[in-house]
């Protein structure tokens, strides 16, 4: 299973700078104003040997000091039921607020290891200022600057040091994962597929927060299914729905092979889909997209061919992504719904043998070779499959820094005209050669 770390605080106090730190990138808008970060972040970060996903739970607009708060204590709850970790963001700039107060009151209730992050601690005298934050009582205080990086490490050593090995869920089975939004049809799909009601969704906390496994063995195909449904839907708030989704998503990606993701025909891929289809990437796991409740639109206006089209533009540059239209409820085309999975675990676990590979290399590369850079060239020599569990290749040449990211784009486009990659990412590193 995959550990969570969630980032919660009121905004502005430096959360996004923080989990931009923490995960190597500037995935989340960062600027002084309060409430800039809306969407929320998921990234990856790798620490003292230890993998972990990172969520940034983003700040909030403002309209009224009720909508607010009611705002900040949703995300709070949630982070506290489905992150395994809690780091709790205040600021030494503007010292303890009312806000802090009641945030610190929940996460002092939960039995989830809880760490206070004192930020913007950059001089000796707001060090001393700082010291009135032991006064929330948490036992992991740590005072940092996450814009500089100070004392990050300290934080990160006590994070890790608490943090479960990760556990996979070991199978010789090829593991499938419904991910997608709460109501596209997740259950209902395990449900058809299973030929029983597999999934029981109550509000009696705990019974539905794991992803369920289940052995499918029917008409020739064999592999484990992973479902993320019965989310507790005492939850009404949509954003709520979204983002408790997206975090068990987290967990079922990391254990699948293949995921499946469905969206809702009449809303399109959403953000929050875009967000799980990236975690899918960064993971990568193959992946198809299983266009639900076709039946409820209306066909004179909506194409299959259009529709398919429009999605592939907005998931764009990985379009290479098999997409499929399916009425679960009907039993419309559930069964081509195992077949393609089955067809992008074969395209992941696809192997090129090196001659092969590198008459491919020679061929494209004497069609195209990789552009000047400063008056300086890249010759590739040779290239390589890596023995990984997905598309992985190393291309070697006198200088690997001269090749751009334009040329790693070629190489793979033609690498997926040639061979069947549909579903699968394709990761390319160009080495130095000895």
Known sequence: MSNIVAIVGRPNVGKSTFYNRLIGSKDAIVDNVS???????????????????????????????????????????????????????????TGITDLDDDMANMLRRTKKPVFLAVNKVDNHERLMEANEFWSLGFEETYFIAAISGSATGDILDAITDILPDEQPFETELPKFAIVGQPNVGKSSLTNALLGEERNIVTDIAGTTRDSIHSTYNKFGKEFVLIDTAGLRKKTKVREDLEFYSVMRAIRAIDESDICILMVDA????????????????????????????????EKETNTARDYEKDLKDKIAPFKDIPVLFTSVTQKQRIMKVVDLAMKVDANRQRKITTSKLNDFIEEIVERYPPPSHKGRFAKIKYATQLPLHYPAFAIFCNNPKYVKAAYRQYVENKMREEWDFSGSTITIYFRKSS
């Open 35 to 93: 409430g800039v970060t809306r969407d929320r972040q998921y990234g990856i970060c790798e620490w003292n040997g230890k993998r972990f996903t990172v969520v940034d739970t983003g700040g909030f607009v403002k309209d009224s000091s009720e909508i607010f708060e009611r705002a900040i204590r949703s995300q709070v709850t949630i982070a506290v039921e489905e992150a395994d970790a809690i780091i709790f963001m205040v600021d030494a700039a």
């Open 266 to 297: 009449r809303d399109g891929v959403t953000a929050q889909d875009m967000n799980i289809l990236g975690l899918i990437q960064d993971r990568n796991k193959g992946v198809l997209i299983v266009v639900n409740k076709w039946d409820l639109m």
